[in-house]
T-cell receptor, first 115, second 115 residues
């Protein structure tokens, strides 16, 4: 158990809908990262937040947005869903802002299926 | 553009033998490298890391070797155990710029250790 929790574990929805994925980091961790793992691709970095502020951005679609709240939990919002958004979404957390040497601890993931 | 590549999708090894997993990268700005292990239905788990100032890092049965001139790293597991059967991801991070804090992952290699 990494100490990172993600809810829900599974989510099934229809195209065009909007969903929210939630992540609680390990106690004491200030950074939260979101990754997407599709069937045909490896883990793709989406976005990082540090202590409530956006810190780094990857190939995140404009239809996706995220935020980190004062209690440090984070939410990833996916809107106007398409079939291709079906994937595993992982959240990770680390102690500080130094992504270089900070070990990132991953949650169990949320499996999103868009029908 | 696949900046981190794991060219072997799978590897099968006998228990007690050495497992060697390989990873190549193209971005010369990468200077921190990690290996993660992933079991089904779980998030990736950090295994071992290496900074570009070193060429070897050892932790128990796991050793990571880095060849900067060849932009190549490898993970050695000795001796291999059936419980090591999992997907292994190589990841890389760069200091500074927009890549700061972002991990770039390879596609993963499925390791199967036979009793």
């Amino acid at each position: 158990d990494s100490g990172v929790t993600q809810t829900p574990k599974h989510l099934i929805t229809a195209t065009g809908q909007r969903v929210t994925l939630r992540c609680s980091p390990r106690s004491g961790d200030l950074s939260v990262y979101w990754y997407q793992q599709s069937l045909d691709q490896g883990l793709q970095f989406l976005i990082q937040y540090y202590n409530g502020e956006e810190r780094a951005k990857g190939n995140i679609l404009e239809r996706f947005s995220a935020q980190q709240f004062p209690d440090l939990h984070s939410e990833l919002n996916l809107s106007s869903l398409e079939l291709g958004d079906s994937a595993l979404y992982f959240c990770a957390s680390s102690v500080g802002n130094s992504g270089l040497t900070d070990t990132q601890y991953f949650g169990p993931g949320t499996r999103l299926t868009v029908l | 553009d696949q900046q981190v590549k794991q060219n072997s999708p799978s590897l099968s090894v006998q228990e007690g033998r050495i497992s060697i997993l390989n990873c190549d990268y193209t971005n010369s700005m990468f200077d921190y490298f990690l290996w993660y292990k992933k079991y089904p239905a779980e998030g990736p788990t950090f295994l071992i890391s290496i900074s570009s100032i070193k060429d070897k890092n050892e932790d128990g049965r796991f050793t990571v070797f880095l060849n900067k001139s060849a932009k190549h790293l490898s993970l050695h597991i000795v001796p291999s155990q059936p419980g090591d059967s999992a997907v292994y991801f190589c990841a890389a991070s760069a200091r500074g710029g927009t890549s700061y804090g972002k991990l770039t992952f390879g596609q993963g290699t499925i390791l199967t250790v036979h009793p």
